[in-house]
């Protein structure tokens, strides 16, 4: 019996992708696209394929492998998009419920959280991430170092993700 | 636990803030750094939080205390210090 391929992965390896598949594909085509969750099924189905074929031998990592894959089908499907409905009204999503509901308890917290913080690091997050400067221009907006910039934001996370981690 | 070096990636990524080049480097480093795609993951649903409209407060309320003092005031505070150090 030939010894079985030691680079070649198992076809089930590629469904441990499926978080990191989704949130790159989440960002490229917007959470709100309803088609995300089909994009990210047709990755892996042809992940799988491509595993199982044999055209995938284990070359680069699993990860690699799936990166490219993503890569090329999200530029394909933006450019169907861009073709066939490019003058069509997006569907509106139904959000999932249970999802919805557990946003908006995290979005409660943070806020919550934002309400404690001593202005000085609000006044960070706020230049930070709603006005979106870059932490040199927040530097000179406050007066501050670069360095301090990114201690303040840090720090004011880790607060945050504390309190949603209860 | 040691820091990954593509770590200080995720915040400009969340904000669309890198270069093209630098996005397509990180976004297949996190295919293979679950560190760096957990810390990012969670850093997600912070930020988009963040970015609503209400949940950090306005800039009169927030950073009208910190506009820096004009020019000519920071220049003279400078001038003041450099003397002070100066006769000391």
Same mark, same amino acid.
């Given at each position: 019996m030939a010894p079985p391929d030691k680079k070649a992965p198992r076809e089930?390896?590629?469904?441990?992708?499926r978080a990191v598949i989704s949130f790159r594909v989440r960002k490229a085509l917007g $959470? $709100?696209?309803?088609d995300w969750e089909d994009v990210v099924n047709e990755i892996l189905t042809q992940a799988v394929a491509k595993i199982k074929s044999g055209?995938? &031998?284990?070359?680069?990592s699993v990860g690699t492998f799936l990166y490219t894959i993503t890569s090329r089908r999200i530029i394909d499907y933006i450019r169907q998009k861009t073709r066939v409905l490019k003058h069509a009204p997006e569907p509106v999503p139904y959000p999932d419920p249970h999802d919805e509901m557990e946003h908006r308890e995290k979005a409660r917290q943070v806020e919550q959280v934002v309400a404690g913080l001593k202005p000085k690091f609000r006044d960070v997050l706020y230049l930070y991430y709603? &006005?979106?400067?870059?932490r040199d221009e927040v530097a000179r907006a406050l007066d501050i170092s670069p360095r301090r910039v990114s201690e303040r934001v840090n720090y004011a996370l880790k607060l945050i993700q504390k309190a949603i981690r209860k | 636990m040691k820091k990954c070096?593509?770590?200080?990636?995720i915040d400009d990524y969340l904000l669309d803030k890198l270069k093209p080049d630098d996005q397509a480097e990180f976004e297949e480093h996190y295919f293979i750094c679950p560190h760096c795609f957990a810390k990012m993951d969670q850093q997600s649903e912070i930020v988009q939080i963040l970015r609503k409209e209400g949940v950090l407060p306005t800039p009169g309320e927030a950073c009208a205390r910190h506009r820096p003092a004009p020019w000519w005031r920071r220049l003279l505070a400078r001038l003041r210090r450099g003397r002070q150090s100066s006769i000391k």
């Open positions: 089930d390896s590629v469904l441990q992708y $959470s $709100s696209n309803p055209e995938f &031998r284990g070359d680069s709603y &006005r979106e400067l870059s | 070096k593509y770590e200080h990636y």
